[in-house]
């Protein structure tokens, strides 16, 4: 079990999908900042897709924050990786991401 943080962490939480607007070619060049920090863009699935693939089981998330609202408003800047998600995905603000290893 792990709590992930979905939201912009550059911008005190204020516009929490902020850092989705940015093509990843200018995130990766002006954005994402070096020395330890890295701000995340994944998304739910994101995870879901890295845990599988890294031999973890039964891997599902539950959703403790969302703002759909604040989804369908940042929908129209968009970066167009992130154009395509659904808003009950698109608008997750923070989840718990389950997954366990399988008995060897």
């Known amino acids: 079990m792990h709590l992930v ?14 850092m989705l607007t940015f093509s990843d070619t200018t995130w990766e060049r002006w954005l994402n900042l070096r020395g330890g920090f ?3 863009r994944w998304r739910a699935p994101d ?3 890295a845990m599988a693939e890294a031999g973890f089981e039964r891997v599902t998330y539950e ?14 800047r968009l ?3 992130f ?3 659904p808003e009950a ?7 718990y991401l389950y997954g366990r290893k399988p008995f060897a």
Do not use: C, K, S, W
Not at 8 to 15: E, G, M, S, V
Not at 66 to 72: F, L, M, V, W, Y
């Open 5 to 18: 943080d979905l939201r912009d962490h550059n911008l005190q939480f204020r516009y929490p999908f902020e």
């Open 38 to 40: 890295y701000v995340n």
């Open 47 to 49: 995870y879901v897709l």
């Open 63 to 76: 959703v403790t924050l969302q703002d759909r609202a604040a989804a369908r408003a940042i929908r129209p």
């Open 79 to 81: 970066a167009r990786r």
């Open 83 to 85: 154009q395509d998600l």
């Open 89 to 95: 995905v698109l608008g997750i603000e923070m989840m």
